[in-house]
């Protein structure tokens, strides 16, 4: 006899009730596990206590805001999928949620069926990253070594930890390297989006990695903007 497969948890923090208790039964006829916090303070009340394959997070919360609540999670685990879902449209308000750590960011109000497709693009991502760590070894690009597993990069001189979407959208430019990367694939292949979605996502994360890896060095690894195609590393 074969046993039903565990059901993927949801945390999802949102302070509406009514918002909170539709979407709860919208994500359990997907058959989601979900569990809803109120506030910044219970989310991570629940975060420590148990474990989520991913985060639903508003911005506007008492006692803890989601940007406070994203950098705690980020930091204690680099590979959750998070995905702000607030009212704040500005852009510096996405800048912020997505430099925090957060993998994606949709605004209020939304297409429910949007919501599904990018909580199902994150699911799929974080399994195809278990399965990129068994076959994944420490990589060597430029100075640096990558480490899949840890997240980790190091060049002798500097150490610090990519989130998870960081280090796809890496490999995926690593794997393709030498080659025009467009943002359709990105978002096709990393993000598992609808690319005729209008984002600036990628180019978001693209910057965060030239702050990382682009120095002075003589061996620095440059990701290239090809004007009106995309990215590449050479």
């Known amino acids: 006899m074969v046993k039903n497969m565990p059901k993927e948890k949801i945390l999802l923090v949102e302070d509406e009730e009514s918002l909170a208790k539709g979407l709860e039964y919208n994500l359990q006829e997907e058959d989601y596990d979900v569990t809803i916090a109120v506030n910044g303070r219970d989310a991570v009340d629940l975060f420590e206590k148990d474990s989520y394959d991913l985060v639903i997070l508003d911005i ?79 990589v060597k690009l430029g100075s640096f070594e990558i480490n899949f597993e840890t997240m980790v990069c190091n060049n002798g001189k500097r150490e610090f930890r990519l989130t998870q979407n960081e280090i796809m959208v890496l490999k995926y430019l690593i794997d393709n390297k030498g080659k025009v990367v467009t943002r359709k694939e990105l978002l096709e292949n990393v993000w598992h989006v609808n690319p005729e979605i209008e984002t600036r996502t ?7 990695l030239r702050k990382y890896f682009e120095t002075d060095s003589t061996d620095s690894i440059v990701i290239k903007s090809i004007r009106g195609s995309g990215y590449m590393i050479e």
């Not at 930091?75 to 449209?89: D, F, G, R």
């Open 60 to 138: 506007m919360l008492p006692y803890l805001d989601g940007f406070e609540v994203a950098k705690i999670f980020r930091e204690k685990s680099p590979q959750l999928p998070i995905l702000i879902l607030t009212a704040k449209s500005k852009t510096e308000d996405k800048l912020k949620g997505l430099m925090l750590g957060a993998d994606d960011y949709l605004t209020k109000p939304f297409h429910l069926e949007e919501l599904l497709l990018r909580i199902k693009g994150m699911l799929k991502r974080k399994t195809w990253y278990k399965e990129l760590l068994n076959i994944s070894l420490p």
């Open 202 to 208: 990628v180019d978001i994360f693209i910057s965060r």
